[in-house]
C-alpha cells in the first residue's frame, strides 16, 4: 500500500459524481492504492478506460456529464442488484472495474441483462484519503440520528413487484397530490442504488424536503444487513418529521423478492413506522401476488398502482382480481387522495 499526495485542483477537475454529494472534497489531500482493498462507501479517483452503457455521470445538482477516455471521476465503491441492468460486487482489489450506475457507483459487473451493453470501464487511481493518509467513507458524512421525539407523520410507503413497476412514478403522484391538498409533505428512496433521477421526480411533485440513503453514508443498500437499513429508515424519516413533513412517502426499490427489500418489509420496525402501502405492479397477476404478500406480512395495503394503470385493460384485470382501489396517476395527483386513502386521511 502507498499513499501519495494529490496536486493541487486535480479533484476539483475531476467528475464527481451524485454519490459523493455529502462528501467534503475539499478535505481529502491523499491516495491510497497499491494493495489496499475497498470497501463499500470508499469513495475512489479513477480514470475511465471504455465508455459502456453508462456514457455520462450524474453530478451532485443533476446534471448528467459525458464521460470521455481518460476521464478522471470521482465515485463511491457499492454493489448493485438491477435484474434489468447489473449485478456487480465490490471488488477486492483496485485493479480495473467498472461504473456500474449512472450516479456513480464503482464495482465489479458478474452479471448483466442481455439487452445491456458492456459495462463502463474504469481504472482506479487510488483511495480518496486525508491528509494522514486514512481512507474516509461515505458513512462519515451520513446525516446523524435525530433526536426528534414528536408525533410520527403519516408515512405511506411505495413498493412493488420489480424495479420498473412505476413507483417512483406511483410516490410522485402520492407527494403531488397531498402537496395539492395543503400538505407539507416529505419524501425518501430508503433502498436501492444511488442516483438522483427520483429525487428530482419527487421534488418536482412538490414534496418541500427529499431524501435518500446516499444521505445517510450508503451508495447502495444491496447486501447491507437489516439493522442498517432499517436504521436508514429510521435517520431518514426522522429528519424529515424534524423538518416539518406532515406526510412522509417513502420508496423501497426493486422488487418483493429481493432479498434486503423483503427483509425490511417483513420487519416488525418498519411495520410500526408505516401506515399503509401503495403497490406498484406491471400487471394483474403481479398485483394481486404483490397485495397477497403484503397482507400475509401484516402490512396495511391502502391501493394498487404502477404500471399497469397506463392501460384501461390492464386496470379493469386488477380492479377485478384485488380487494383494494386500483390508483391509476390521476387519482393520485387529485387533492381528493387523502380522501380516497381511507383510513389514511391526514388533516391539514
Not at 63 to 73: C, H, M, Q, T
Not at 279 to 304: C, I, K, R
Request: charged share 20%.
Amino acid at each position: 500500500m502507498s499513499t501519495n499526495f494529490l496536486e493541487a485542483g486535480r479533484l476539483g477537475r475531476a467528475k464527481a459524481a451524485y454519490t459523493t454529494r455529502r462528501a467534503e472534497l475539499g478535505t481529502l489531500t491523499t491516495l491510497v492504492n497499491g494493495a489496499s482493498i475497498p470497501r463499500e462507501g470508499d469513495l475512489v479517483l479513477a480514470r475511465v478506460m471504455e465508455v459502456g452503457q453508462h456514457p455520462r455521470v450524474e453530478l451532485p445538482g443533476g446534471r448528467k456529464a459525458e464521460l470521455y477516455l481518460d476521464d478522471e471521476v470521482v465515485l463511491c465503491y457499492g454493489n448493485r442488484y438491477a435484474p434489468d441492468q447489473f449485478e456487480a460486487e465490490v471488488p477486492n482489489d483496485l485493479d480495473y472495474c467498472h461504473m456500474v450506475a449512472g450516479g456513480g457507483v464503482a464495482a465489479r459487473v458478474v452479471s448483466w441483462h442481455f439487452d445491456m451493453e458492456f459495462p463502463t470501464v474504469i481504472e482506479p487511481v487510488g483511495l480518496l484519503a486525508d491528509r494522514s493518509g486514512r481512507v474516509v467513507n461515505l458513512r462519515e458524512f451520513g446525516l446523524p440520528s435525530t433526536p426528534y421525539i414528536g408525533p410520527r407523520p403519516r408515512t405511506i410507503a411505495v413498493v412493488g413487484t420489480a424495479m420498473n413497476a412505476g413507483k417512483t412514478t406511483t410516490a410522485a403522484g402520492i407527494v403531488n397530490g397531498l402537496t395539492r391538498a395543503g400538505l407539507n409533505v416529505g419524501a425518501a428512496k430508503v433502498t436501492g442504488t444511488g442516483a438522483g433521477k427520483d429525487l428530482w421526480l419527487m421534488r418536482d411533485a412538490g414534496a418541500q424536503t427529499v431524501l435518500d440513503f446516499t444521505d445517510a453514508g450508503y451508495p447502495s443498500t444491496y447486501k447491507v444487513p437489516l439493522p442498517e437499513v432499517e436504521q436508514i429508515v429510521s435517520t431518514l424519516t426522522g429528519h424529515l418529521a424534524a423538518g416539518g413533513a406532515e406526510a412522509i412517502i417513502l420508496e423501497v426499490a426493486d422488487g418483493l423478492y429481493q432479498y434486503e427489500t423483503a427483509c425490511l418489509l417483513a420487519s416488525p420496525n418498519f411495520r410500526a413506522q408505516v401506515d399503509g402501502v401503495i403497490f406498484a405492479a406491471g400487471d394483474a397477476m403481479g398485483a394481486t401476488a404483490g397485495v397477497n404478500w403484503l397482507q400475509d406480512h401484516g402490512l396495511p395495503v391502502a391501493g394498487v398502482g404502477g404500471l399497469l394503470t397506463a392501460s384501461p385493460l390492464a386496470m379493469r384485470e386488477a380492479v377485478a382480481a384485488v380487494d383494494v382501489p386500483v390508483l391509476d396517476l390521476y387519482a393520485l395527483c387529485d387533492a381528493g387522495i387523502v380522501d380516497r386513502l381511507g383510513y389514511l386521511a391526514i388533516a391539514a
